[in-house]
C-alpha cells in the first residue's frame, strides 16, 4: 500500500514537472564551452547539487525557509546538456509560482553560477533574465581629462608663439633709434651674435641692405 | 624698400611640405576603395599612367607658376593675365570650403583618440538598456562600432531635415582641432615645412580623378608653397619626387587596408559560423561541442532529414556564412576610416595601443593637408597688401581660423554628417576641374608656353623636356575636359540627388532624396568658385572700358 503510495506520489510529481508547464523552467549549461578540457561529465550526482542549489536558493525567500531537495523536480535532460526543473509545495501539492523560483534564482545567480565553474552566458536560465554588470562608469570621463591636458598645451604654445612675435616685431621697430642712441654715448657695447658684430648688418637710415636683394629685380618683369 | 619674400630654410623643407599637404586621408580611405572595386591590382595601370599623362606634369605646372611669379594664387594669375585674377579667387574660395569642412574630420580624429584610452574600448561593448536586462536596442541591430560612431560620436539625426543641436563635444575637439592648426600657421612659412577592370572606362575615369584630387591640384596650395621658394629651386625634379611619394603612400595603404580587411572578414566568418552552431546546438539539444567549423554541412544534411519540421521552423534564422561576402564589403571615406578600422582594432590584441596609433596617424595626415588648405587662403591674404598694412600676420591668421572654426559648427549638428558629406561630394570636384583646365590653358595659350619656357630655363637653368610640354599643350587639357563633360553628364543624367541617412530603428542606411533647399546650396556651392572666373574676367574688361573710356586715345 505504501509502496503504491510512493510510487504514485513520485508520478503525480514527475507530471508536474512536464516540460512546458508553466511554473517549469528551462535550463541550458555549455560545459565544454566553459571548461574545454577540463569540462566534468554531467550525471545524477551533479542533477542532484542543482536540485541543492535550487532549494538553497527557495530558502532564501521569506515564508519558503522549508523546501527541500526532494521539492524540486527535474526532467527532460538531454545530450546538450539542458532539462527542465519545477520547484513543488507538497503540502499543498502544487507547483511554486514561476515570480518567485524567479525573484529567487535571481538574487542568488552567482551562488549557483559558481557551485559549477560557470557564468550567467554558460548557465542559462531560459525566462529568467540576467542582471548584465554595469560598465563602471568614473565621475568625470577619462577623454575629458585628456582633452584637457593637450588643449592647454595647444594654448599655452600659441600664447608664447605670439608674445615672441611680439616681442621681435617690437624689437624691430625699436632697432634705428636704439643705434642713434648708441652713436652718441662713448661706450658702446657691441651685441654679438654667432660671433659677428650686429652692427654691420643693421640697416642705417635709409641704405638699402645688401644681405636682402629684393628678387623682383633678378627677373624680368611683365 | 621692398620687404623681402620669407624663404624656406631649404628645398627638403619644401618638399615635405608638398608631400605633407598631397599625402592625406584620401591616400587611406579613397585610394584603396577604389582599387577593391575596380579590380585590384589592375586598378594600378589606370592609374599609373593618369600618374605619368596627368598628375605629374600638373604638379609641375603649378609649381613652376608659383615658384616663377613668386605669389599666391591670384596674384599669379592676375600677372599672367589682368582677366585671370578670378582663377585664382576661385582657388581661394574651394579651399576655404574645403578648410571649412576637411577639419571636423580631425576633430573626430581627435574624439576617437581620446577615447582610446579606456579598456575596454568603448566601442567595442554595447551599452546596456534602461533596465539592465540587455543591450541597447539600436546597438544591437547595427553593431557596436556603428553604434559608437552614428550615436555616440555624430548623434545623427534621421534626415537632413531635422537639425538638432550643436554637440558640444564635438564643438570642443573641433575647436582643438583650429588651435592646433593655427599653431602651425602661426609663424607662416618657416613652421609649415613639418615632416609629411581596365576595359571598364570608369576604372580610367576613376583613376584620372584620384590622381587629381589626391595630389590637391587646383587648390593654390601648390602654387602658395612654390612662391615661397628660391627661384633656382629645381621644381621639375620635386615635382616628380612629390607625385611619387603621394602614389606610394596610397600603394602601401592600401595593402594595409586589405589586410585590414581580411583579418575583419575572417572574424566576421568565424563569428557567423559560431552564431549558426549555437542556433543548432540549442534547437536541437545536440551535445555541446559536438558541432564545429568542419561537420557543419554534414550536420545540416542529417538533421534535415532527421527532423524535417523543426528544421525548416529552425531555417529561416539560419544565415548562410560565406567569406567571399565578408570580402566584398568595399567601403570608402568616414566610414571606412571610423567603422571598419574600429571594427578591426577592437579585436586586436593590445587594441589601446593600436587604436592610439592609428588616430594619431590620422591626425596627423588630416594636419598636414590642412596646413595646405589654410596657406592656400593665407597667401593670397598676407601678399595682398590693403590687408597685411592694416593686420600682422598672427591676427589674419587668427581671423580665419577663427571664422572656418565657427562655420565648421555646422558640421557638429546632429544632421552635420549630410552636410560634411554635401560639401565633400560637391564643394571641390566640378569646380577643381575647370579651375585646373582654365590654370593650364591660361599658361600654354595666355601667357604663352614659349615665354614660360624661357622663364624657367633662366630661372632654374635647366631647359624643358619636350614632355611636360606636349602635356602641357595638349594631352593634359583634352584629359581635364573629358573628365568634366563625363561628371557634368553623370550629374545630369542621375537626376535627383539622394543621399544615405540612418535609420536608428532599423539600425542601418536608408537612401533618401534632398530637400529643395539643399540641392539650392549644392548649386550654390558649385556656382559659387566657378563663376568667379568669368565673372572677375567681366568686371576687369569692364572697368578697363571704362579707363580706356575716360581717356582718349593720344594721337
Known amino acids: 500500500m505504501r509502496q503504491n503510495n510512493s510510487i504514485t506520489q513520485e508520478h503525480t510529481r514527475r507530471s508536474k514537472a512536464k516540460a512546458d508547464g508553466e511554473n517549469a523552467f528551462k535550463v541550458r549549461l555549455s560545459i565544454r564551452t566553459a571548461l574545454g578540457d577540463n569540462a566534468y561529465a554531467w550525471d545524477t550526482n551533479e542533477e542532484y547539487l542543482f536540485k541543492a542549489m535550487v532549494a538553497f536558493s527557495m530558502r532564501k525567500v521569506p515564508n519558503r525557509e522549508t523546501t527541500e531537495i526532494s ?152 | 624698400m621692398e620687404k623681402a619674400r620669407p624663404l624656406w630654410a631649404n628645398p627638403l623643407q619644401f618638399v615635405f611640405a608638398c608631400i605633407s599637404y598631397a599625402v592625406g586621408l584620401g591616400n587611406v580611405w579613397r585610394f584603396p576603395y577604389l582599387c577593391q572595386m575596380y579590380g585590384g591590382g589592375s586598378f594600378l595601370v589606370p592609374y599609373i599612367i593618369m600618374l605619368v599623362v596627368e ?76 533596465n539592465r536586462t540587455g543591450y541597447d536596442e539600436e546597438c544591437e541591430k547595427a553593431s557596436s562600432t556603428q553604434y559608437f560612431w552614428y550615436r555616440k560620436t555624430l548623434n545623427i539625426s534621421p534626415s537632413i531635415q531635422d537639425s538638432g543641436g550643436v554637440q558640444w563635444e564635438q564643438g570642443l575637439c573641433l575647436l582643438l582641432a583650429w588651435l592646433v592648426v593655427y599653431l602651425c600657421i602661426l609663424r607662416g612659412t618657416e613652421s609649415t615645412g613639418k615632416l609629411e577592370q581596365l576595359a571598364n572606362p570608369k576604372a580610367w575615369i576613376n583613376a584620372a580623378t584620384q590622381i587629381f584630387f589626391s595630389l590637391g591640384l587646383g587648390f593654390g596650395s601648390l602654387i602658395a608653397f612654390a612662391s615661397y621658394n628660391q627661384p633656382s629651386t629645381d621644381c621639375q625634379k620635386h615635382a616628380i619626387i612629390v607625385s611619387l611619394i603621394n602614389s606610394s603612400t596610397s600603394i602601401f595603404a592600401s595593402v594595409v587596408t586589405f589586410s585590414i580587411y581580411g583579418f575583419k572578414a575572417t572574424f566576421n566568418y568565424e563569428s557567423c559560423l559560431n552564431k549558426v552552431i549555437l542556433l543548432l546546438t540549442n534547437s536541437f539539444d545536440l551535445e555541446d561541442g559536438f558541432l564545429t567549423a568542419s561537420n557543419l554541412e554534414q550536420v545540416k544534411g542529417y538533421l534535415a532529414s532527421a527532423f524535417p519540421g523543426k528544421y525548416s521552423e529552425v531555417l529561416p534564422q539560419i544565415r548562410n556564412c560565406s567569406l567571399e561576402s565578408e570580402l566584398a564589403t568595399a567601403v570608402q571615406g568616414t566610414g571606412l576610416s571610423f567603422i571598419v578600422y574600429t571594427e578591426a582594432i577592437k579585436n586586436m590584441a593590445a587594441s589601446q595601443l593600436w587604436s592610439v596609433l592609428y588616430f594619431f596617424m590620422l591626425l596627423m595626415l588630416g594636419i598636414g ?44 549638428m546632429e544632421a552635420g554628417n549630410y552636410w560634411f558629406d554635401i ?133
Open chain 2, 55 to 130: 598628375g605629374m606634369p600638373l604638379l609641375y605646372l603649378e609649381l613652376a607658376v608659383g615658384q616663377r611669379m613668386r605669389q599666391g594664387s591670384i596674384g599669379a594669375w592676375r600677372t599672367i593675365s589682368p582677366y585671370l585674377g578670378g582663377v585664382g579667387l576661385a582657388s581661394v574660395v574651394v579651399s576655404f570650403f574645403l578648410s571649412t569642412y576637411y577639419n571636423i574630420i580631425n576633430a573626430w580624429a581627435f574624439w576617437y583618440l581620446f577615447h582610446s584610452f579606456q579598456d575596454p574600448l568603448p566601442w567595442s561593448v554595447c551599452p546596456l538598456n534602461s
Open chain 2, 423 to 555: 560639401f565633400n561630394d560637391y564643394a571641390a570636384t566640378l569646380p577643381l576641374l575647370l579651375i585646373v583646365l582654365v590654370e593650364i590653358v591660361a599658361v600654354c595659350y595666355v601667357f604663352g608656353l614659349r615665354r614660360f619656357e624661357s622663364d624657367l630655363k633662366a630661372m632654374t637653368g635647366r631647359t624643358l623636356n619636350w614632355y611636360w610640354k606636349a602635356m602641357w599643350a595638349g594631352v593634359s587639357p583634352l584629359l581635364i575636359i573629358s573628365l568634366f563633360v563625363f561628371y557634368l553628364s553623370d550629374y545630369i543624367l542621375t537626376g535627383t540627388l539622394q543621399y544615405q541617412a540612418w535609420d536608428a530603428s532599423q539600425g542601418q542606411l536608408v537612401t533618401k532624396d534632398y530637400p529643395l533647399y539643399a540641392l539650392a546650396i549644392i548649386g550654390l556651392l558649385v556656382a559659387s568658385s566657378t563663376m568667379c572666373i568669368p565673372l572677375v574676367a567681366l568686371g576687369t574688361f569692364i572697368v578697363r572700358c571704362l579707363k580706356r573710356g575716360d581717356t582718349p586715345p593720344v594721337a
Open chain 2, 369 to 412: 593637408s590642412m596646413l595646405g588648405n589654410t596657406a592656400a587662403i593665407l597667401t593670397p591674404l598676407t601678399d595682398s597688401k590693403v590687408i597685411s598694412s592694416h593686420l600682422p600676420k598672427e591676427a589674419i591668421s587668427g581671423l580665419v581660423c577663427l571664422v572656418n572654426c565657427v562655420i565648421g559648427l555646422v558640421f557638429t
Open chain 1, 71 to 222: 521539492h524540486v523536480l527535474v526532467c527532460n535532460v538531454t545530450q546538450r546538456v539542458s532539462f527542465w526543473f519545477v520547484v513543488t509545495d507538497p503540502l499543498k501539492n502544487h507547483t511554486l509560482p514561476a515570480v518567485e523560483v524567479q525573484t529567487a534564482i535571481r538574487m542568488n545567480r552567482n551562488r549557483i553560477n559558481g557551485a559549477f565553474f560557470l557564468n550567467d552566458q554558460t548557465l542559462e536560465f531560459l525566462k529568467i533574465p540576467s542582471t548584465l554588470a554595469p560598465p563602471t562608469d568614473p565621475s568625470v570621463p577619462i577623454w575629458i581629462i585628456i582633452f584637457g591636458v593637450i588643449f592647454c598645451i595647444v594654448i599655452v604654445a600659441v600664447m608664447l608663439l605670439i608674445l615672441s612675435g611680439i616681442r621681435q616685431r617690437r624689437r624691430m621697430s625699436k632697432g634705428p633709434t636704439e643705434v642713434d642712441d648708441s652713436e652718441d654715448k662713448c661706450e658702446n657695447t657691441i651685441t654679438i651674435e654667432n660671433g659677428i658684430p650686429c652692427d654691420p648688418l643693421d640697416t642705417k637710415g635709409g641704405h638699402i641692405n645688401d644681405a636682402f636683394m629684393t628678387e623682383d629685380e633678378r627677373l624680368t618683369p611683365l
